[in-house]
């Protein structure tokens, strides 16, 4: 079984700084696609982030020059380091690993994070 497992979330005021790390277990093939996405409450889930196994980068246009995703290919590991945070960021934020076509998507459980203005 493939698990994804979030950590760093948590309540931050706005303008600080949170980073968030997810590590994949399991069967992991590449080339794959690891990305990040958040949810608010009555609201669509939304894509942040994603990478690729290659290290080509996306970003959606509220959070560029914000925020930095990376990876770690050796450990499985995707970070989304946080900065200038605002409580339009508040949410629930979803890792996700993407091995298609050969191979399945994957969901983390989900983080919180909280700005507080």
């Known amino acids: 079984q493939v698990q994804l497992v979030e950590s760093g979330g948590g309540l931050v005021q706005a303008g600080g700084s949170l980073s968030l790390s997810c590590a994949a277990s399991g069967s992991i093939f590449r080339p794959n696609r690891m990305g990040w996405y958040r949810q608010a409450p009555g609201k669509q889930r939304e894509l942040v982030a994603d990478i690729t196994s290659g290290n080509r980068s996306k970003y959606t246009d509220s959070v560029k020059g914000r925020f930095t995703i990376g990876r770690d290919n050796l450990k499985n590991t995707v970070y989304l380091q946080m900065n200038s945070l605002k409580s339009e960021d508040t949410a629930v934020y979803y890792c996700?690993?993407?091995?298609?076509?050969?191979?399945?998507?994957?969901w983390g459980q989900g983080t919180q994070v909280t700005v507080s203005s």
């Open positions: 996700n690993l993407d091995m298609s076509p050969y191979g399945d998507n994957y």
